[in-house]
């Protein structure tokens, strides 16, 4: 009987390791036999006495080969020196390139920065259903304000945002009280467990009469914020005096947006950033990888990189100088502060899914006429009133022409949905130049929000003497007569 081979056999092992060595040195033997079949067909047709190429180079190759014939003596004698000068040419050649791709990538990789996570010195407050929300109050105190903002902050971002660049001075100008808060698990605000955009606008107004804001206040948003001002102006219309907003983020799935527009929005995106609103709408599970990836990974990115942004030249410019460096730093420590995936991934959530209305329903029109018996008494012993839907605050965007961020078809369909809305579209403007550290800028949204400014906030003590508070100082004037206590102050 012939015996079977077993494969797991150590003779059958050693068999499979003698074929594959013997196959390698075959393998090595037969390129080398190429190697040399080609270049005697080098020598048999292109290095030939008579051929084109000796004719030309032939002279000046062995002038300079005459010339430099004192060199040989240093090669060794047992090899031909046209073999040792092309072995040791190669090797410069090699040695070289690397050291020059070397010295090349160590000048242009930057450090890789950390980041540093501060101790929470955040004021915070505590909301009926027990969550702490963390706040910060920037401007003229809450009894002295004339305006008082509330602003939330954008995708990884926290509230030491707000109005970046903003000037106390000018706040004080116009006695504004900006209010800015950590959204829901960003910085030290505690997390919610059902997070929407009701419960977003709900935070907005307890925060609102937490910090002493019993009147109308203003809402401030920027970039993607814009949607949590957008749920303000849905759920909480009676306590807003109105509302203004620089490269709002609307839905891009809005389902009132035309192909054109939808078109001219998506054109302008990255692949990635196209790829992660997908995953956003249909695979938001998977978002944490690419989180845990960039911005939570503990180290300090690029914002274009990090959040797949298309930048155009004056927006690029501006993020690589150094104010802005130190500021998104310092944001983005506060901002991933609890380290946790999970309110990010809500936050693209709600960006891409349906927000439970939409911003048709905040235009100003006449609600419908409702029909019974209760109707037909009032229209008959009394006028009937017609009653208006919607929001009848103002509504300011301002929107950079040379944005790809949030492109300015967004705006388009902004302005067609709710023409009331006050569009001012910015030349030569992005995403950042027109928000971030622009003093000219601040100051033309404010006036155009408030009208003109009043001048430094003044508090009176009594009918002698007041304090004037402004930006530096504090001053006490006296005066003589009630009466001249307005020509004394100016």
């Known amino acids: 009987m012939s015996a079977q081979v077993n ?42 006495e008579n051929s084109l190429i000796v004719r030309k180079l032939g002279p000046p190759v062995d002038k300079i ?40 990538s160590d000048a242009t990789s930057p450090l890789i920065k950390k980041l540093c996570i501060h101790p929470p010195n955040a004021t915070r407050i505590l909301l009926p259903d027990g969550r702490r929300i963390a706040y910060l109050e920037q401007g003229v105190p809450a009894e002295m304000a004339r305006f008082s903002l509330i602003a939330p902050h954008a995708f990884l971002s926290s509230r030491l945002a707000g109005i970046p660049g903003l000037e106390v001075s000018l706040m004080q100008e116009f006695g504004v009280r900006l209010i800015t808060y950590d959204i829901p698990g960003f910085g030290e605000s505690d997390p919610h ?15 609102s009469y937490a910090v002493g ?28 005096a109105g509302a ?40 938001p599970r998977i ?15 690029q914002i274009d990189k990090w959040l797949s942004l298309s930048l155009g030249k004056r927006d690029r410019d501006f993020i690589e100088g150094q104010m802005f460096q130190e500021f998104w730093q310092r944001d983005v420590e506060e901002s991933v502060r609890q380290g946790n995936a999970r309110p990010y991934m809500e936050e693209a959530i709600l960006q891409v899914s349906s927000w439970g209305f939409s911003l048709v329903d905040l235009k100003l029109k006449k609600k419908p006429k409702r029909k019974g018996i209760l ?23 301002w929107q950079g022409m040379d944005d790809m ?33 622009c003093d000219e800028c601040h100051r033309q949204i404010f006036n155009t929000v408030f009208g003109d400014p009043q001048g430094p906030v003044v508090m009176y003590l009594n009918d002698k003497s007041v304090v004037l508070k402004d930006s530096d100082d504090v001053e006490e004037v006296t005066i003589d007569s009630p009466e001249n206590k307005i020509a004394s102050l100016e």
Not at 232 to 238: E, F, G, H, N, Q
Not at 262 to 279: A, D, Q
Not at 405 to 426: C, Q, W, Y
């Open 375 to 397: 109707h037909w008494l009032k229209t008959t012993y009394g006028q009937a009133e017609d009653e208006l839907t919607g929001f009848v605050g103002p509504i300011h965007i």
């Open 65 to 104: 080969c005459t010339k430099l014939m004192f060199l040989n003596e240093y090669l060794p004698e047992d090899r031909h020196p046209m073999h040792s000068w092309s072995v040791i040419f190669f090797v410069f050649f090699f040695t070289f390139a690397a050291l020059y791709m070397n010295s090349k």
């Open 193 to 207: 467990p059902n997070r929407n955009l009701k419960s977003s606008a709900d935070d907005m107004l307890h925060l």
């Open 244 to 283: 203004f907003m620089v490269a709002p983020m609307i839905n891009p799935y809005e389902p009132g947006m035309t192909k054109d527009e939808r078109r001219r929005t998506w054109n302008k995106w990255t692949v990635k950033r196209k790829i992660m609103y997908i995953l956003a709408r249909k695979f």
């Open 7 to 48: 494969e797991s056999t150590p003779e059958y092992e050693d068999n499979w390791k003698f074929h594959a060595v013997e196959f390698a040195k075959g393998l090595v033997e037969m390129s080398v036999e190429f190697g040399k079949a080609v270049r005697d067909v080098i020598k048999q047709n292109v290095i030939k």
């Open 405 to 437: 961020v949030v492109p300015p078809s967004m705006v388009d369909f902004t302005e067609r949905i709710l023409p009331g809305a006050m569009v001012h579209k910015l030349l030569n403007h992005g995403h950042f130049t027109y928000f971030y550290f």
């Open 287 to 301: 978002l944490p990888y690419f989180y845990r990836r960039s911005f939570l990974s503990g180290n300090l990115g």
């Open 213 to 240: 804001v019993t009147d109308k206040f203003w809402v401030v948003a920027y970039s993607s914020g814009s949607m949590h001002a957008w749920a303000a102006l849905k759920y909480i219309p009676d306590r807003l």
